[in-house]
């Protein structure tokens, strides 16, 4: 067990629709990071947030947004939502988010499937 | 920007043959390297790490060196059981904080 808990597992739903996914990190850390994962793409990194701040962005379309609350707990936003959009999308955490020794703990994702 | 290669997958072994996994790196700066591992149904766990050139890494006899001048990272394990079956990801860490993974290989174990 990572201590990164993501929710829901699964999640059906249809195009044009919105959902949000929800990720809390290790107790202590700092830093989230999204990542998308599908069979074409392999994983992609999405977007990175410290302590409430956004820190980076990757390939985060703009029907997707995210936000990190003071609990540090943070939520994945997807929006108008498309066929390609089905993926597995995974939250990791780390103590800072600075350091280039730091490894991830990832959580078990969530299995979005859009019809 | 920075970019991870692995050697394409499946790979496919019987038990007890000798696994490599290629992995080659572009970075600007002086990148930690890392081998991620993902078993089903499950979210990537560090499998093991290297900060500087030369180091070695190793965890449950999976072994790879940082290589700076061929800008490699390669995974190897001399007997792979069939629980090692489960998706391999290569990635780098820069100073900034920012990781790249590549798009992993899938190793299936047969008995």
């Known amino acids: 067990d990572s201590g990164v808990t993501q929710t829901p597992k699964h999640l059906i739903t249809a195009t044009g629709q919105r959902v949000t996914l929800r990720c809390s990190p290790r107790?202590?850390?700092?830093?989230v990071y999204w990542y998308q994962q599908s069979l074409d793409q392999g994983l992609q990194f999405l977007i990175h947030?410290?302590?409430?701040?956004e820190r980076a962005k990757g390939n985060i379309l703009e029907r997707f947004s995210a936000q990190q609350f003071p609990d540090l707990h943070s939520e994945l936003n997807l929006s108008s939502l498309e066929l390609g959009d089905s993926a597995l999308y995974f939250c990791?955490?780390?103590?800072w988010g600075g350091g280039r020794g730091e490894k991830l703990f990832f959580g078990s994702g969530t299995q979005l499937s859009v019809l | 920007g920075n970019s991870v290669t692995q050697m394409e997958g499946p790979v496919t072994l019987s038990e007890e043959a000798f696994l490599t996994i290629n992995c080659t790196y572009t970075?600007?700066?002086?990148?930690?390297l890392f081998w991620y591992v993902q078993y089903p149904g499950e979210g990537l766990q560090l499998l093991l790490k290297?900060?500087?050139?030369?180091d070695k890494g190793s965890n449950k006899g999976f072994e790879a060196t940082y290589r700076k001048e061929t800008t490699s990272f390669h995974l190897e394990k001399g007997s792979v059981q069939v629980s090692d079956s489960a998706v391999y990801f290569c990635?780098?860490?820069?100073?900034?904080?920012?990781?790249?993974f590549g798009d992993g290989t899938t190793l299936t174990v047969k008995p």
């Open positions: 990791a955490s780390s103590p």
């Open positions: 970075a600007t700066g002086y990148p930690s």
């Open positions: 290297a900060t500087k050139a030369d």
């Open positions: 990635a780098l860490r820069t100073n900034a904080g920012k990781s790249t």
């Open positions: 107790s202590g850390d700092l830093s």
């Open positions: 947030y410290y302590n409430g701040e």
